[in-house]
């Protein structure tokens, strides 16, 4: 018996209420037989309304299909309990030629991301972990030039800082609050 005093997924009633409508139509088939004589044999045949049934049973299987994409919300129903407050942080790095870029973002491992030779300009816009700080490394390579990293948090400017010269470096970083504010970026 379907239980409405307890919550079930869209799921779970559909296939109940598939089932008790089977159930239903076979228990009024298995009434609604009767015995009739045709040319000299008792044929067992159906009431008149086994038709008006079958149509009531379908329309109650589209009913419930229709109930199932109203109540379904397309996402899977296991939503992680405990998401870490982020902040958008953008990363750019200005000049020319190449270098190789170190930033920190989101991620399992808790590693800082690298790419190797990026081509600049480069401009990245991350989620960053709340009571994390947001940092982005530039090395220039053996060719040296001049590479400039700037830091934005929220849309507003952090810090920015140059590298010149052969393996030059510079870094940039900020502060962004504890995970106890749950201000979301």
């Known amino acids: 018996m379907l239980d409405l005093r307890q919550p079930l997924a869209p799921r779970a009633v559909l296939v109940r209420l598939g089932q008790l409508a089977g159930d239903l139509f076979v228990q009024y088939l298995a009434v609604q037989t009767e015995v009739v004589e045709r ?30 994409g109203v109540l379904d919300s397309g996402e899977d129903e296991k939503k992680p309990e405990n998401r870490t407050p982020t902040a958008a942080v953008t990363y750019e790095v200005t000049g020319e030629g190449t270098t190789d870029i170190t930033y920190l973002a989101r991620s399992t491992s808790g590693e800082a991301i690298v790419v190797k030779a990026a081509t600049l300009p480069w401009r990245k816009t991350v989620d960053v972990p709340l009571g994390d700080e947001p940092t982005v490394s530039i090395i220039l390579g053996e060719k040296g030039g001049q590479a400039r990293c700037t830091l934005a948090i929220r849309g507003k400017h952090v810090q920015s800082a140059t590298a010149t010269g052969t ?7 900020g502060t962004l609050p504890e995970r106890a504010d749950t201000t979301e970026g």
Do not use: I, P, S
């Open 39 to 68: 040319g000299g044999l008792a044929v067992r045949g159906f009431g008149d309304r086994a038709g008006l049934l079958a149509a009531g049973v379908v329309l109650a299987a589209c009913g419930g299909l229709v109930l199932y």
């Open 167 to 173: 393996f030059g470096r510079a870094t940039c970083a």
